[in-house]
């Protein structure tokens, strides 16, 4: 299995970078625990809600299993991922409740068929959020330029993404992160 996540802290500087080295540690230690998408969220919100965050993260977390040709995603606010199929489709799994340490949600993980020639998309706020416009809107935005890249080689497809997607005015992280099923 290969296990992937991408996360987004709110802010800025020491703090926010802090933040994140502290949840990808805690994702690390808890992967190794038990690697069920729905587990680790669960695990992590705890660990949130004990000792408390100056910081909202958001965090997906994906296990992509070749034994059963799916991927399992459990998100925690962040914007759901691009599932491209190898007939072109394109499917958004939805979010899953608030971010992490946020209330006491139930997390549950969504299982999706990922054969081979499908390729994933996940990627930060900062690369379709525009001001004065829905955040749907750059949502489809992104599904319509991966479905065109899809078939170009894993790094292209990403620097197409961020190249025709991102908006280089705005003073925002970008991160994407594309994982391509192979036989």
Known sequence: RLLM???DVMGRGVGAAAAMAQVRAAVRAYAALD?????????????????GSEQ????????ADPHTDTLTVANAGHPPPVLLTA??????????GPPLGVGAPTRT????????GDVVV?????????????????QDRLSAVAEAVAVRPIADLVRSVVDEVGD??????????AVRRLA
């Open 122 to 138: 996940s990627f930060t706020d900062g690369l379709i959020e525009r001001r004065g416009e829905d955040i749907t809107d750059g």
């Open 5 to 7: 996540f991408i996360g």
């Open 168 to 177: 280089r005015r705005r003073d925002d992280d970008v991160a994407v992160l």
């Open 35 to 51: 690697p069920a998408p729905d587990v680790v969220l669960h695990r992590l919100d705890r660990m949130f809600e004990r000792y």
């Open 56 to 63: 909202l993260v958001t965090l997906l977390y994906l296990v």
């Open 87 to 96: 007939a072109g489709s394109v499917r958004l799994p939805s979010a899953d």
């Open 109 to 116: 993980a969504r299982t999706v068929p990922f054969t081979i």
